[in-house]
T-cell receptor, first 115, second 113 residues
Framework: GNSVTQMEGPVTLSEEAFLTINCTYTATGYPSLFWYVQYPGEGLQLLLKATKADDKGSNKGFEATYRKETTSFHLEKGSVQVSDSAVYFC??????????????FGSGTRLSIRP | DAGVTQSPTHLIKTRGQHVTLRCSPI?????VSWYQQVLGQGPQFIFQYYEKEERGRGNFPDRFSARQFPNYSSELNVNALLLGDSALYLC????????????FGPGTRLTVT
């Protein structure tokens, strides 16, 4: 079945450090890929998305490229800020589920940024 | 514009009881989905409703049920609560059933004792 695997946390970085959170997926067909962010005490927010191979999603300085050959969608940011501290979820929506907008989530990576 | 709203924010129930959670989608959105997020894990899909009809169901027991009303709001019902039902229950709305843009509410934190 369809699944998402992302690197386990917690990840602790200093402010202005480079961030990479790895994500790989298993899916039949051509899924759409997402990164969601969950700030403390809040619901999920869509951070970025990519709907086809080689697409790059970007938002708030974060980027991720849909790599079909490696089935990956790694999240990157060049210089993190304390305000980026949150839990990040990699997710996919598989085409055979287009009758329903079911999103399959990874287990989440907790990111903590030190001032 | 108001986002997705859920009520109540927190809830404490005893094993064997029944609970009803409520969700109001973004104005104009016709599809509502429910997810369960157990502490330390990613959300798991429970149901999706569109135009008052169930369009998808995750791997959850029949104790879980839902419905959607003519104004597109939704209720999630859980019967015979178990300790393992303790979780954050998230509602998400989208314009259409196949829409990729899903907007999540803040969730209802259910604790079963």
């Amino acid at each position: 079945g369809n699944s998402v695997t992302q690197m386990e946390g917690p990840v602790t970085l200093s402010e202005e450090a480079f961030l990479t959170i790895n994500c790989t997926y298993t899916a039949t067909g051509y899924p759409s890929l997402f990164w969601y962010v969950q700030y403390p005490g809040e619901g999920l927010q869509l951070l970025l998305k990519a709907t086809k191979a080689d697409d790059k999603g970007s938002n708030k300085g974060f980027e991720a490229t849909y790599r079909k050959e490696t089935t990956s969608f790694h999240l990157e940011k060049g210089s993190v800020q304390v305000s980026d501290s949150a839990v990040y979820f990699c997710a996919l929506s598989a085409p055979e589920d287009s009758s329903a907008s079911k999103i399959i989530f990874g287990s989440g990576t907790r990111l903590s940024i030190r001032p | 514009d108001a986002g997705v709203t859920q009520s109540p924010t927190h809830l404490i129930k005893t094993r064997g009881q029944h609970v009803t959670l409520r969700c109001s989608p973004i104005s104009g959105h016709k599809s509502v989905s429910w997810y369960q997020q157990v502490l330390g894990q990613g959300p798991q899909f429970i149901f999706q409703y569109y135009e008052k009809e169930e369009r998808g169901r995750g791997n959850f027991p029949d104790r879980f049920s839902a419905r959607q009303f003519p104004n597109y709001s939704s209720e999630l019902n859980v019967n015979a609560l178990l300790l393992g039902d303790s979780a954050l229950y998230l509602c998400a709305s989208s314009l259409v059933v196949g829409g990729l843009e899903q907007y999540f509410g803040p969730g209802t934190r259910l604790t079963v004792t």
